[in-house]
């Protein structure tokens, strides 16, 4: 029997068993609070500073990225639409989200259009198939606002407007995307398969 011990008391404890907040919900709780503030503003202000404190502790979104950091850190990601760094030899057990993101990969997607690679064939499904390179909305939601370089060395941003078809990525997310396509590229590199559950050569 394997045991993680993970530090960080009740908050990381918490980071584990339960997601991040939607941001519907933060919303939902933010008018309603802002509500109940006006309208008990100096009938009782300790329990106004109390229910204040409390809401601001589930909704900062320092403690929300620090959640998602803990969970990054442990390697413990269940379900199948969790975004979390990959290396190189876990690549073949990437999830569904996880998977869309590798096959987002440029250099992948390329393999991918030339029938050169297995693309996930038992579990991928292609949402995009008259979509690619940076057609492709899930390589817009990891390039979107992300410094690239030139050959030359200059570098530019590039920003996507497609706000209608899927919800913009955080830094962390998009730190872990970009972490795993590093690790996509140095297998295709030494000409492995990196969407191949056998490692095979291309």
Known sequence: MQVNVIPGGADAFNALIYRPPDERLLDYFHQNMQRAVDTFSGVA?????????????????????????????T?????????????????PEANLMMQHYIMANPNVRELYDKNMCHGFQETYIDYEPDNTGKERYDYQRVMDGVLQFEEDGSGYVEHYSN???????????????????????????????????DGEEL
């Open 75 to 91: 390697g413990m990601h269940a379900g199948q639409d969790v975004i979390y760094p990959l290396d190189e030899t876990h690549i």
């Open 45 to 73: 202000d300790n329990f106004v500073n109390t229910v204040t404190n409390l809401y601001d502790r589930y909704n900062n979104s320092a403690l929300i990225n620090a959640t998602k950091a803990l969970i990054h850190g």
């Open 163 to 197: 706000e209608d078809y899927y919800e913009p990525l955080d830094i962390l997310d998009k730190s872990a995307i970009l972490e795993t396509w590093n690790a996509v590229n140095n297998l295709i590199y030494d000409d492995i398969d990196p969407t191949s559950p």
